[in-house]
């Protein structure tokens, strides 16, 4: 079975609202990262957020862990219609060095 | 620095056809990675290479063998396709230190009839 498990599947907003999508894993972590993907496209990483962190910014990304309830948030503030795809979490656990993604969000951004 | 890439882009198969998907990265990693995507149900790990003559099994191995032949290049192959297999298959790396971010080709969209 898969690590993380993200929610909603699916939002959508206006351009200019903030996004929040979450994320929930099962087993301890060393890290846990972001990723996009463009319809068609690899996936793009994002942000990592170490498990001793608590909180992590970058640009207009903010991503918080909780490690006590097995769960991470991520934020797109001011969102633009560009931020259109689908996020996902990946973690790693703490033996072997293997990723776990998530089912993905999927965000819409209407202009 | 063309980063991951991925031959070919769009492959039709039939089954019992078999098949090998490319992958090569040109920023020395050691760690490199294949996975299969399908709709709602994320990425899944299919196998996965820590270094140079080294291959693991993923979560979803059955069907499929790899060869990482060098440092840059990391093959999958489908030896008996079967519809099943039909995905989209996504090739990937690792760098070895902080903060160990994965690098994504851009994908082989496989369809086996």
């Known amino acids: 079975s898969q690590q993380g498990e993200e929610d909603p599947q699916a939002l959508s907003i206006q351009e200019g609202e903030n996004a929040t999508m979450n994320c929930s894993y099962k087993t301890s972590i060393n890290n846990l990262q972001w990723y996009r993907q463009n319809s068609g496209r690899g996936l793009v990483h994002l942000i990592l957020?170490?498990?001793?962190?608590r909180e992590k910014h970058s640009g207009r990304l903010r991503v918080t862990l909780d490690t006590s309830k097995k769960s991470s948030s991520l934020l797109i503030t001011a969102s633009r219609a560009a931020d259109t795809a689908s996020y996902f979490c990946?973690?790693?656990?703490?033996?072997?060095?293997?990723?776990?993604f998530g089912t993905g969000t999927s965000l819409t951004v209407i202009p | 620095n063309a980063g991951v890439t991925q031959t070919p882009k769009f492959q039709v198969l039939k089954t019992g056809q078999s098949m090998t998907l490319q992958c090569a990265q040109d920023m020395n990693h050691n760690s490199m990675y294949w996975y299969r995507q399908d709709p709602g149900m994320g990425l899944r790990l299919i196998y996965y290479?820590?270094?140079?003559?080294?291959?693991d099994k993923g979560e979803v191995p059955n069907g499929y063998n790899v060869s990482r032949l060098n440092k840059r290049e990391f093959s999958l192959r489908l030896e008996s396709a079967a519809p099943s297999q039909t995905s989209v298959y996504f090739c990937a790396s690792t760098g070895d230190r902080p903060p160990y971010e994965q690098y994504f080709g851009p994908g082989t969209r496989l369809t086996v009839t």
């Open positions: 290479s820590a270094s140079e003559g080294t291959t």
């Open positions: 990946a973690t790693d656990r703490r033996t072997g060095n293997q990723f776990y």
């Open positions: 957020i170490r498990s001793n962190e």
